[in-house]
Structures are given as C-alpha cells and as structure tokens.
C-alpha cells in the first residue's frame, strides 16, 4: 500500500478527493491527512492571496474568518468531512489536526507511517510562495521523501462542508 500524508487548510472538495485518489492510478492509498487551523497565519498576506486570485468577496470576509482558539471547531468538522470522503472514494484515511508546528508534525508523522510522499494540496500563497516560506518549499528540506504541491479547489464560502454543518 501506498502511504501518502496530506496537508491540508480546507475541506476536500469533490475535484480534491478525485484528484489525490487517483493521483497513482489503480494503487491503493493510504492517507495520513494533517489538517491546520487558521492560527498564525497573517490576514493580509491572505487578503493579497485573495486579491490577485480575484477573490474580492474572500479578501473582504478575511476579518470575519476565526483564527485560534476559535478555528479549531471549524478544522475539527473540516478534517473529519475530508477523511470521511477519502473513504467514501476508497481509500484508507486517518488525521489529526496539527497542534504545534507543521513542519515538525509533519516531520513525525513521515518517520512513524513510512510514508512514500508528501502532498501538500493548499490554495495558492504569493507572498509566501515567492520567498519560498510555504509549506511546500520548506518541507521539501526536512522530511526525506518526494513533497508534491497541488492547488486545492476553490471552495466559496457556503460549500457543502458547511453547509452541512461539518465545516
């Protein structure tokens, strides 16, 4: 079986689930999906993210989206939906959200599975792609396997996840 940790910052979208289950034809995959809630992430970097995506309506909502202490709920409900369509799309899944720094869980995480790969499905980041200070750019110097960076679908505020109240 194929083990592959999934980091995540939004629910998994139907065109997500598709495309990370049948990222490696027939294989059976396993998932370790590592979900990160809005915490110490910068709200402008984001709002500049959302601008020059074309996102006017995200950039303007960013003040109104929880962060801390108040975003673990919303992660909570978000990884157990994610994990939910995984297995709903035959694949082996389990998470946790990530607790202190990312980068080090992950690290962990990698060593304890002996996962095959790293694939980093999040929205694009700009400022923080350019400098090279993502997620992707820094793991690929710290956990010893491939790291492979795809772009999330752009979920709208209201999708399915919470509107179902699992997100």
Not at 51 to 69: F, H, I, K, Q
Not at 91 to 96: F, K, S, T
């Amino acid at each position: 079986m194929f083990t592959t940790v999934l980091m995540i910052e939004q629910p998994l979208a139907p065109a997500d689930v598709d495309m990370v289950t049948t990222l490696h034809g027939d294989e059976q995959i396993s998932f370790v999906v590592l979900m990160q809630p809005r915490g110490d992430q910068d709200r402008l970097l984001r709002a500049v993210d959302d601008v020059a995506l074309g996102y006017l309506d995200d950039a303007a909502r960013e003040t109104r989206v929880p962060e801390g202490d108040e975003a673990v709920p919303p992660a909570e409900r978000a990884l157990a939906y994610s994990l939910e369509a995984l297995r709903a799309a035959g694949a082996d899944a389990v998470g946790e959200l990530v607790e202190r720094h990312p980068l080090d869980l992950l690290k962990t995480v990698v060593e304890r599975t002996g996962a095959d790969e790293v694939i980093v499905l999040t929205a694009p980041h700009f400022v923080e792609e350019f400098f090279h200070r993502d997620w992707t750019s820094r793991a690929r110097h710290k956990v010893g396997v491939p790291v492979l960076k795809l772009f999330a679908q752009h979920e709208p505020e209201g999708n399915e996840a919470e509107k179902d109240g699992s997100a």
